[in-house]
């Protein structure tokens, strides 16, 4: 099977959580949605093309940055003293100074694996010769495509040694991974990410990954909304693979991955 791994480096970069507000909190790692969304946009995709996504990174630090946010209230009219803004309609709007919390020297090594193996080197294209400067999380977190290749993925059993040099590896890149949660609470137990008497050495999300609209009301009142199909995994850079299990395999580095 075929994957485009890629490898992008960002200055900085801010993948909000949703339920930030006062400070726009970042998540470590960009979440499989904010990938998939840039691979659409770049590939200029009009229906959505399901595929699986591997998302590993680290970043040097974090900062908070300061920014103008606008509030409102729908049919609130403006009045002196309360609000900062009006608008041509009447309506009063409210600004005051807002913080994001941005992520610094971000790198990410991420493996795409289309489910329609055909459009592989359409998004290897997309990568090499962008219609626009990409940008992955907010629109002014511009991206620079380090490298972009097509490779070889296969699922491979390890025996002892490469198992223990596959884990040398882990701890030398100082990659973190979204990793998910079956393969370390599941029956297979693949990935031993114990740590001390915890039963997981990491954080644990839920990840938005892909959506479908749902109708809601009927007639001209009608209104849409996403629903959301997430992936429960572990942020963790403290995992070790276990010898004699099978694992998928990027062939060209030998490197693990953990495609959702």
Known sequence: ?????????QETANYRLPASF????????????????????????TTYQPMKVSIQGKHFSRVN???TRHQFKPGVKFEVGRHQLKTSEGFGITSGPGHTEMLVDVNLLIHIIPEDQSLVPVIEKAFKAPIEYPSLGRREDL???????????EERELDADTAEDLNIDAQNSELSAY????????????IDASKNSFTVAGTIFNLHKSYELVGIGKGKS???????????????????????????????????????
């Open 1 to 9: 099977m075929k994957a485009i791994r890629l490898k992008l480096y």
């Open 22 to 45: 006062d400070l726009k909190q970042s998540y470590p790692l960009p979440p499989y949605s904010t990938v998939i969304g840039m691979v659409h946009s770049l590939c200029e995709f």
């Open 65 to 67: 940055d300061l920014y």
């Open 143 to 153: 991206v620079k495509i380090d490298s972009c290749d097509v490779v070889e993925v």
């Open 179 to 190: 990793v998910p949660y079956e393969l370390i609470n599941g029956e297979d137990g693949l």
């Open 222 to 260: 009608k209104k849409y909304r996403r629903q959301w199909r997430n992936e429960t995994v572990v942020y963790t850079s403290n995992f070790k693979v276990q010898p004699e299990e099978s694992y998928l395999l990027d062939t060209d580095t030998n490197h693990i991955i953990f495609p959702v």
